[in-house]
């Protein structure tokens, strides 16, 4: 049976373009919210469920990672990687100095500030909910507009391109995972993602948690804190790790570390990503 | 001679709010984004400049923190905790149910999700530079719109309260730092914060680095990462210390830490925020 792969569409984000480098052959169902997607996921509706985390120049996308922490049970089952060249569109005959308003999705905003800043200092910057949507707002805008999103959508929405490569930085990936109802079987490369935080607020645990996995000879690839939304100054910690979660020495270490604090979540294990190809199996 | 304390205008922004605070008797200067707080602290125009750092709810504000790791030699001096309340703005006359956009501080926005997704799943959520800028875009929207923003700038800009406390979690507080050319000396209660990477990628590293303060019985308060923006998968760490940089342990420990890093840069050192109290001196 054909895989169902839900993303955050409309068609033409980035999130579909990495869904189709996936599995060519999948089923594309486009949802309008990453918590949707992981709905579909969870409900049957969709087998997998593709999530932008991470970018090279902004960070983690933080509200996937909330999602994960507080508000999913699924799991990661791979990671992919996309290179990122986002493109200036507008509708044909607007012309670039007469643009007001330039709409797009918070982090690709956030990815081409410079840019903005540099050739747009007086243009109102609107977030989208995507880069596709971002297109249909320039379109239906009744100033004149520009939208940051990638050539697939330029192709889609028969856009004009106004500028190529508009990011701040040529060193421009995102991680995307994709989510499912189980995490993958070993693969002899792996990696598994936790998060975990402490009753109380106790720095040493952090240095001890950490030793667990260095005196074993386990690397961290990724270390990163988000907030607990009890007080300020509270954290979860989002660890990954080299290896899988059954391999006998990580599963050691994640049982020493579950027995030190209180919130503790395998969010799973999947093939690590290689670079220059995309990860696939 | 009154100090001239910089802050992300115009007025009626959660920054001027703790500006007041932190000194009712300053001149306070508008600046039109952070880079530009900063840049007036850099020049002398300003002595202080006021830039959120970090919510309790939504974490770091990340573009603030990437300010202080690549673009800016200032240093922070104090540290200032805001309880957010957030309400929900119109012109007099607008009604709930015609609101077709809402306009924020994406941060905002982001705090009133939930919120906003409930009460106007079908609203266009449009991103403002500031609480502030976003009341004014309200107010001169074509279409019925709405704004997030604070008591003070319901009354400054004489608009319509329709819904309070629109945050998602009562447990809202901003941590802002109070920007200077000097930081602060030592009054025995401090904070100090440092960021610093790695030339190879060596997970090994950042055990060792916080075994530095762990072994000196020097608490972490906070652990946070950032892309380096080379490459993903490669961060700098950023790291606040219970401590100040001229305590002779904490000294010892950051000379340790200086000589296994590649990146090394401090923040500074400030007295630490008591809760229920926002710090001064």
Chains 1, 2 share one sequence.
Do not use: W
Request: proline share 6%; charged share 20%; with cysteine.
């Amino acid at each position: 049976m054909t895989k169902r792969l839900a993303f955050l569409g409309p068609a033409g984000t980035n999130t579909e373009q990495i869904a189709i480098v996936h599995d060519p052959d999948a089923t594309l169902l486009p949802f309008p919210s990453v918590p949707a997607v992981a709905a579909a996921v969870d409900s049957g509706m969709a087998d997998e469920g593709v999530v932008a985390i991470e970018n090279s120049l902004e960070g983690s996308v933080t509200s996937n990672l909330d999602l994960l922490i507080h508000e999913s049970n699924l799991f990661i089952r791979h990671e992919l990687v996309l290179p990122i060249q986002h493109l200036l569109l507008s509708k044909p005959g607007t012309k670039s100095e007469e643009v007001r308003v330039v709409y797009s999705h918070p982090q690709a905003l956030g990815q081409c500030r410079s840019y903005l800043a540099k050739c747009f200092p007086d243009a109102q910057l609107a977030a989208s909910l995507s880069t596709s949507a971002a297109v249909e707002e320039m379109q239906s805008s009744d100033v004149p507009a520009a939208a940051i999103a990638n050539q697939r959508s330029a192709e889609l929405y028969g856009a004009h391109i106004l500028a190529r490569h508009v990011q701040d930085d040529p060193n421009n990936e995102t991680r995307f995972v994709v989510l499912a109802r189980e995490d993958h079987p070993p693969t002899g490369k792996d990696k598994t993602s936790i998060c975990f935080n402490f009753e109380h607020d106790a720095a040493g645990i952090l240095y001890s948690v950490m030793g667990a996995f260095a005196k074993r000879g386990i690397n961290l690839t990724k270390i990163e804190s988000r907030p607990t939304r009890e007080s300020l100054g509270r954290y979860i910690f989002l660890v990954d790790l080299e290896g899988h979660r059954e391999d006998p020495v990580l599963k050691e270490a994640l049982d020493e570390v579950k027995a030190q604090v209180s919130l503790f979540k395998v969010f799973g294990s999947y093939p690590m990503h290689v670079s220059s190809a995309v990860s696939k199996s």
